[in-house]
């Protein structure tokens, strides 16, 4: 092919995704009103419908009166009826899956506890093959155009592998691998290059940072196993040199103090962690029979109710939940503080410890960001994971146009 074909397709290629882009923000729209979002010429917007319709990405709606004497617009709509995004959530409590349709809609849930069998992550997998086969059977007739991997702990290498996670006592982990090995049509699509692993921290991050307004940096921590974080500045979450930035479970903050999974000694989560809270609260039994959710719940109403003893151990968390994120703040001063977790429904509390010890410089006293709770709550991992995917697909339609 000369390379003035090769330029030609890779301009129509991107003339596609910026059409689907487009119309995946404005949810409907008529094809003038494509040609004057993307800029393009009215006839170049024409064929690239129908071009998009052909291959059963767009559709026809409805028919809008024009204003004065014009003709009526057509509305047009992303279709891709044969297609979803299967997202998988490992937690250190439940697998959970999700299957998604282009557009947004959720199509299936499926989730199931795996019991938290620490070191052994054959089990906790077994549990994860078997929701994400049940989520792929409950949408027979769609083709899977991409599939996700959210796990709670830090990813890295190529192919990708989790590092370590301390919720459930696991080294480096092959967790693609291993759930391919389980479920021969996720093996299908990790072949095929149609699967992605990925830290929850940062697309949960991503999308709580699309929820408030996209301000310019957001300091993000959450707790719901253990304690993650993550940085966004300008749209991008740090990374880090090795993957870990944002890992503000694991900041030394009490001195001497007991021994991390990590290694370190007094590290955040050992304080204020769901494990630390809820066995000085007396609720890690409810944890090991009804779930970690369902034992922070109990424990946030504790608080709120006035229990002492719930109480108690919350003002101790708070304090060195409030010293880390002083730390953090006075690093990357971000414009922003989302918590999730159980620490969404305590974000007020929070926000008065951290402003009762910001430091005085000269006769200022230096004003903290704003501190919310998370408005997507749990579902912050999922959201951002379909997001990221949704972005990559429609950057591509020539390539979802072949997923019949």
């Known amino acids: 092919m000369s390379a003035s074909s090769l330029a030609s397709a890779d301009v129509r290629r991107h003339n596609l995704a910026l059409v689907v882009s487009r119309l995946a923000e404005l949810g409907t ?15 170049s917007v024409t064929a690239l419908v129908r071009r ?12 809008v009166a024009a204003e004065g004497k014009g003709r009526p617009r057509t509305l047009l709509e992303l279709s891709a009826d044969h297609l979803a995004i299967v997202t998988v959530l490992i937690d250190a409590d439940r697998a959970t899956a999700v299957a998604t349709a282009l557009g947004g809609a959720r199509l299936s849930r499926v989730e199931r506890r795996h019991g938290r069998p620490m070191g052994d992550p054959g089990r906790v997998l077994d549990v994860a093959a078997a929701v994400f086969d049940e989520v792929l059977d409950s949408i027979a007739g769609r083709r899977v155009a991409e599939a996700s991997v959210i796990v709670w702990a830090p990813v890295a290498g190529e192919p990708p592998i989790v590092l370590a996670d301390t919720d459930l006592g696991w080294g480096a982990v092959d967790v693609l691998g291993l759930l ?11 072949e095929a290059g149609r699967v992605h692993l990925m830290a929850d921290t940062l697309v949960a991050a991503l999308a709580e940072h699309a929820s408030a307004g996209r301000p310019s940096g957001l300091l993000y921590l959450k707790s719901d196993s253990g304690i993650g974080g993550a940085i966004v500045v300008d749209g991008t979450p740090l990374d880090g040199s090795h993957h870990l930035a944002g890992a503000l479970g694991h900041l030394p903050i009490v001195q001497g103090g007991v021994r991390c999974e990590c ?3 007094g590290c955040l989560v050992t304080v204020a962690g769901p494990d630390a809270v809820l066995a000085r609260s007396g609720l890690d039994e409810i944890a090991r029979a009804e779930g970690l959710p369902a034992a922070l719940d109990e424990f946030v109403r ?7 003893v719930a109480t108690s151990v919350w003002r101790d ?9 002083q ?4 690093t990357v001063d971000p414009a922003l503080i989302v918590v999730g977790g159980y620490l969404a429904a305590l974000a007020d509390d929070l926000a ?11 006769e200022v006293t230096v004003t903290p960001p704003p501190l919310l709770g998370s408005r997507l709550g749990r579902d912050a991992a999922l959201v951002g994971a379909e997001h990221a995917a949704v972005v990559r697909l429609l950057a591509d339609p020539a390539a979802l146009s072949r997923s019949h």
Not at 52 to 63: F, P
Not at 317 to 325: G, M, P, T, V
């Open 180 to 190: 391919a090995e389980r479920a021969p049509r996720f093996a299908d699509l990790v």
């Open 52 to 63: 998009l319709q052909a291959d059963g990405l767009v559709r026809e709606t409805e028919q």
């Open 317 to 325: 968390a708070a304090a060195e939940l409030a010293r880390a994120l």
């Open 263 to 265: 290694g370190q000694h």
């Open 352 to 362: 008065e410890v951290l402003a009762r010890i910001q430091p005085v410089v000269g």
């Open 327 to 330: 730390i953090v703040t006075l």
């Open 29 to 43: 729209a008529s094809r003038s009103d494509l040609a004057d979002a993307t800029g393009l010429a009215r006839g």
């Open 302 to 308: 504790r608080v709120r109710s006035g229990d002492d």
